[in-house]
């Protein structure tokens, strides 16, 4: 009988790789602990492995069958255990440190399109002339067309002094345009902005929790002061965190030393461990707002967590993310990784807010939440009620207007891109980005240009609509209800341009932010929306009345 897993002797094929792999797996495991399960499962998963390898009727990519086959088994755990194979190492170690070999610019594809989005001040691409919404047709003699934006991103990644030739398609330029550059070690800032609000109020935007953040925001904090600023506003929102030190030592700015910021219980007694604040603070008056969103995660929940526990900041905006799993990093073989999940992490007043419970999932395989029955109540160091299993409840509730599908669809289309990169071209400068507002005539312009262009998208009635006709057609009724359902999606063809009225607040907003970007990069982006800003705005006015800063606090008179 033919048995598709018989190897014959003499065969080519090795698995050193593999069998290596697993050596660094059971090095996890202590002998006694399901030793023989593992070792029986190893050995099934390497007759398989070199099975299918062998005699699957198609070429297969070893590398890339491992890979699919490792991200299969650790996506049954929780979504942060990875695998990390030795060509994403680099781009992990740049997720942890925010530094990288290369020139300083973002870019993004439109359709065919590679264009630049955004050019960090000081390094390479804003010292050698590389501008936003430059067009990136080769990198040195490779042509951007005929490879994928991961291809491309390596391609612009290197040594620090290694230089790079880009060939870009500038607006406004006849022709192409050659620039030269020497790569250089790109750090990403942490707080990309930070300035004063109004007179006694500064404003600290922090986006991540790489090396250095907790002395990027000190700095920020120390300059604001210098400026005259007497209160805070400290903005995580959109932040999804990162190295739990740095949480530590920003929350050590505003709270004493040796008081306990996190802890963290797992299976293993080496996960077991309480961080606490390690130097003296910073300032430990200075009243602080904390603004969170949906998308504030990990580190940014220690930190808001932590400063409402000890009810050193009043948290504003919406509930944050919710996820309370720490990671760590072993090293395999062959140079790859894996990060792993040991421990749940808690805050002061021992409430963990992961609001997802992987351990137990349903049949189908999906997560649920924690139900609300099995959430428990703890206090802050005033007493006010706080609680678990669902992310960071801010003390002031915002809620947060969602995009409608025409503003998604303008973004993704590279509509309003395009148009930034039309209007810098008949607009020299703009005023400061804390002033720039689109004019409404400068809006009529937009959408008068936008009626040349081929914008289309689904709304959600028309994805209804789908789902009717072809319920319908199973249902035989189609044929009837055909001129009506003819007559619905006409409407809503004429009305897409309607929505661009409707949508006009949501729409400008984004407008601006992509103008401010041409002339006064990060810093333009985020200044741009102040005046906007409603989470903002009450942050500011609770930091102005210190009696209901104080009240919210439990603070005595």
């Not at 094929?13 to 797996?25: E, M, P, S, T």
Request: overall charge neutral; proline content about 5%; glycine content about 8%.
């Amino acid at each position: 009988m033919f048995n598709p897993f018989y190897r014959k002797p003499g065969s080519r094929f090795r698995v050193a790789v593999i069998a290596a792999c697993f050596l660094a797996l059971l090095a996890f495991v202590k002998p006694g602990d399901r030793y023989f399960e593992i070792a029986r499962n190893l050995e099934v998963f390497a007759s398989l492995y070199r099975g299918v390898n062998e005699f699957y009727v198609d070429p297969i990519n070893p590398n890339t069958l491992m890979k699919t086959g490792a991200d299969a088994m650790l996506g049954s755990l929780d979504p942060y255990t990875n695998y990390i194979p030795e060509d994403e190492v680099e781009n992990f170690r740049t997720e942890n440190t925010g530094q990288y070999g290369g020139i300083g610019a973002l870019t993004r594809r439109f359709g065919n399109r590679t264009v630049v989005t955004m050019i960090f001040e000081g390094f390479p691409a804003a010292k050698g002339g590389l501008k936003i919404a430059d067009e990136i047709l080769k990198i040195d003699q490779v042509a951007l067309a005929t490879i994928t934006m991961d291809e491309a991103n390596r391609l612009m990644r290197g040594q620090t002094g290694a230089p790079v030739t880009l060939t870009v398609k500038r607006p406004g330029a006849p022709q192409p345009v050659v620039l030269e550059f020497k790569r250089d070690q790109i750090k990403v800032n942490n707080v990309p902005f930070f300035g004063m609000v109004d007179a006694t109020t500064g404003y600290v935007q922090l986006t991540d929790f790489t090396m250095q953040a907790a002395q990027e925001v000190k700095e920020a904090v120390q300059s604001l002061k210098g400026k005259g600023a007497t209160s805070l506003v400290l903005d995580l929102r959109g932040n999804p965190g990162g190295l739990l030190m740095e949480a530590v030592n920003i929350c050590n700015l505003f709270i004493p030393k040796g008081m306990k910021v996190v802890f963290t219980r797992g299976k293993l007694p080496d996960a077991n461990i309480t961080y606490e604040t390690l130097n003296a603070p910073f300032d430990l008056d200075i009243p602080v707002a904390v603004l969170i969103n949906r998308n504030s995660a990990s580190a940014s929940e220690i930190v808001a967590g932590t400063l409402q526990d000890y009810d050193r900041a009043v948290v504003l905006g919406e509930k944050s993310f919710g996820k309370g799993l720490v990671q760590m990093q072993r090293d395999l073989t062959y140079k790859s990784k894996v990060k792993i999940t040991p421990a749940k992490y808690y805050t002061p007043s021992g409430r963990c807010i992961q609001v997802l419970d992987y351990t137990h999932r349903r049949a189908d395989g999906s997560v649920a939440s924690v139900p609300d029955s099995l959430k428990k109540e703890f206090a802050t160091s005033r007493g006010r009620k706080v609680y678990d299993g669902g992310g960071i409840e801010p003390d002031i509730a915002i809620r947060a207007e969602g995009l409608p599908p025409v503003v998604f669809a303008l973004i993704d289309g590279g509509f309003l891109f395009d148009f930034a990169t039309e209007y810098t071209l008949r607009h020299t400068t703009i005023l400061p980005a804390s002033q720039f507002q689109l004019r409404p005539a400068e809006y009529q312009e937009f959408v008068k240009w936008l009626t040349g262009k081929d914008f289309r998208y689904t709304s959600p009635l028309e994805t209804a609509l789908d789902a009717l006709e072809r319920e319908a057609a199973r249902e035989k009724y189609l044929t009837e209800i055909t001129p009506q359902i003819h007559a619905v999606r006409k409407n809503l063809e004429e009305g897409r341009l309607k929505d661009v009225w409707t949508y006009q607040e949501q729409i400008t907003a984004f407008l601006e932010t992509e103008i401010a970007a041409r002339y006064y990069l990060e810093k333009g982006v985020t200044e741009v929306g102040f005046y906007r800003d409603q989470e903002l705005k009450k942050a500011v006015a609770i930091l102005a009345d210190i009696r209901q800063y104080r009240q919210i606090l439990r603070m005595t008179p």
